[in-house]
């Protein structure tokens, strides 16, 4: 899917929590972008605190943790765009 819409970037969190397991997305989306040809600009993930202390902590190439991009953000105004 990266390949056909060319994303600029990607808003992830690190997990999913369903009712008996968690489901780790960082793997699954590291795993997606190596193959992938079209790489985004950054990949902006979502560090969720129900992740069990042993799991690893991605360190994917351009990514960016999203409470940094949060705190460090300047607001700007909205513009059009071409939903074609």
Not at 1 to 14: L, T
Not at 35 to 59: C, F, L, M, W
């Amino acid at each position: 899917r990266s390949d056909d819409a060319k994303p600029a970037a990607i808003v992830a969190a690190s997990c999913g929590v369903e009712p008996n397991r968690i489901v780790e997305y960082e793997p699954l989306l590291e795993g997606a972008l190596e193959i992938a040809k079209h790489k985004p600009g950054v990949v902006i993930v979502k560090e969720r605190s129900n992740i069990p202390s042993d799991t690893p902590v991605y360190q994917m190439k351009n990514k960016l943790d999203w409470d940094v991009a949060m705190k460090t953000a300047k607001l700007s105004e909205c513009v059009p765009v071409n939903s074609q």
